[in-house]
């Protein structure tokens, strides 16, 4: 448990330098409330809670919030079996997969939290820490107005498609520092903007797959 909070920290201070530009302002992003999980148990009541209270990251900034608004962030440390990998091997008779229940996990606490995104952050031991997203992210990010690639990401990407509970389901991971040094922050910032905009309406329950 103290590792797992150790990474905590030490992914939203990382989270926090890259988007506001500086090493000195590290704590624009936080750990949330029991790592998300008060969110969990209100759920389970039927209760709504409040976007801060969703995931694994919250923002103590309101220069935050872009992101949050957008993305709800699950963060994993350890589970060296855990791969997406893994989802390859599957069998019809296999057990569900580690990654399959983080995938249910990440689009509950973006249902919860009434974003249209989820990511899951990984860090087995001495490897890279990883990043999984829905490829309608990744292209958000990644295509610009005119239609052009603007991402380029000096690591390996993995583009496939799983079975999530009888849902198929197409998601991107690619190393995680190596997103960070291609996706600038102001790109978020329009994305989430867009979003906003397009919020009068209630999020449908597709934009959370």
Not at 12 to 23: A, F, N, R, V
Not at 82 to 99: F, K, R
Not at 188 to 205: D, F, L, W
Request: hydrophobic content about 35%; overall charge neutral.
């Amino acid at each position: 448990m103290s590792k797992g909070g150790e990474y905590e920290r030490e992914i939203c201070k990382q989270i926090s330098s890259w988007w506001l530009g500086t090493d000195d302002d590290d704590i624009c992003f936080w750990r949330t409330s029991q790592s998300g999980g008060r969110a969990t148990q209100r759920a389970k009541l039927q209760k709504k809670t409040t976007r801060a209270h969703c995931g694994d990251i919250c923002a103590l900034d309101e220069r935050g919030r872009s992101l949050t608004d957008l993305i709800a962030c699950e963060l994993k440390r350890g589970y060296p079996k855990a791969s997406i990998h893994a989802l390859l091997d599957c069998t019809d008779d296999s057990a569900e997969q580690i990654y399959e229940k983080w995938i249910v996990q990440a689009q509950e606490s973006a249902r919860h939290a009434g974003v249209p995104f989820w990511a899951i952050i990984h860090k087995r031991n001495r490897c890279a820490t990883t990043l999984t997203v829905p490829h309608r992210l990744w292209l958000e990010l990644d295509i610009d107005t005119d239609g052009q690639h603007r991402m380029q990401i000096q690591a390996p990407v993995v583009e496939m498609e799983v079975i999530v509970v009888d849902k198929k389901e197409y998601i991107v991971c690619c190393q995680f520092d190596a997103f960070l040094k291609a996706v600038h922050p102001d790109v978020i910032r329009q994305v989430s903007t867009k979003y906003a905009t397009a919020s009068s309406v209630p999020v449908p329950q597709s934009a959370l797959a």
